[in-house]
């Protein structure tokens, strides 16, 4: 059973410059919360240390994911090269999943992309990446989901689409984190607002 | 003017010819080059990328120092080897002084900048991206290496195509630790040098032909690749 997120004495320094010091914090279980703050305030870092992508830091995180069970998708996501299928199924492929072909079927139906299914990734719009991109980080159903300034690059019409897609994986019980300056995109989605200070 | 002519001429009379020692020296100069090449890039093509991969004190120091021995001079490289492989030095032993094999060495000294800033350079601009990629969506470290290799694999092609290039048209210090012995040592680019200062032009213009129809296909391969790459 997955529990809170919590974070405790969490220090980060770069280049003798302090990015994080959390004394206390907590993401719920199952819940949707946003990280707010300026920049600089270490948002970005944060995910990253939940992501298990860096590791350099010192203090405690306590939480019952395996680093299988967490996704992140970054403010300018990398598209690998090939087309859009082969980078949605690239993570299933990796977990070497039986079902595969099945899987895809269903995530490119709900996520309206069998039109874009065979074009090459690198050459879809901004919008189009953030969303394969989005897609890419839930199609192996992690249980927490952190997404950093996801609307960046979104119109109005797909930031709903967003806001329905991250309800609806909320609803199945799984964990988000966003990072967003967009005010009215949090707004909209119910969750916890949680501001992280800039270091002086 | 008209040695360039008959040199054209010659050049398509010794290769219709199947003239043996024509094709000794062209088969020397594609070997050696070639294995210079495999060692350097088996070797340094994944020691660049880790090192890309990874941030360590002293980064940018590093940078400076691999960009900066690309431009030793090759003459320069071809008289340490020579010296130390000279037969009263530390490696004399081995007696490999005017070999195919000291020719090796002295390539593979001089691709080696080459090969190792080409792939960190590669390594800290593209292959960090897609690391973070392969972490982010949950592969372990076997499926990051394949993946990488597999999203830069007409980059490092190119890198390696650039090593066999440059490897195949030094003659500075081929010369100077082959000696451009007939039979043994001589390849294209000492044989021209040789040919020159014999006054021999026509052979010397065939022989030219031939490297440097050699250098343009690769040359052509990769702008191909490159134009792949960009697309």
Known sequence: MTKDI??????????????????????????????????????????????????????????????????????????LKGDVYKNIAYPLKIRKRKDIDKKMTTLLNIFNLN??????????SSGETQKVAIVRAISFSPKLLMLDEPTANLDKLAKLELIEVLRNYNKKGNTIIVVSHDHNFFENLNGEKIILEKLK | MDYILNGFIRAFQLIISLDKDLYEIIFLSIGVALVSTTIISLVFIPLGLKLGLKKFKGEVFFARTIFSLMGVPSVVVGLVIALMLSRNSVFGFLELLYTPTAIIIAQSFL??????????????????KINRVGKILGGKRKD???????????????????????????VGAVMIVGGNLKGSTRVMTTSISMLNSMGDYSTGIALGIILLGITFLINNFIYV???????
Do not use: Q, W
């Open chain 2, 144 to 170: 990051r290496l394949f993946l990488i290799l597999s999203e830069l694999k007409n980059e490092l092609l190119i890198i390696v195509i650039t090593c066999f290039s440059r490897a195949i048209t030094e």
């Open chain 1, 6 to 79: 919590k974070i405790t004495n969490l220090k980060k320094n770069f280049n003798n410059k302090k990015i994080l010091n959390i004394s206390e914090l907590v993401f719920k279980n199952k819940e949707i919360s946003y990280l707010l703050g300026e920049n600089g305030a270490g948002k970005s870092t944060l995910l990253n240390i939940l992501a298990r992508i860096d590791k350099d830091y010192k203090g405690k995180i306590e939480d019952s994911l395996l680093a299988d069970e967490i996704s992140l998708v970054d403010a300018n996501p990398y598209m």
């Open chain 1, 115 to 124: 039109k874009l299914k065979n074009k090459e990734a690198s050459k879809l």
């Open chain 2, 111 to 128: 691709i080696l900048p080459l090969c190792l800033s080409l792939t960190y350079t590669l390594s800290r601009s593209k292959a960090r």
């Open chain 2, 225 to 231: 690749h490159k134009t792949e790459v960009k697309d």
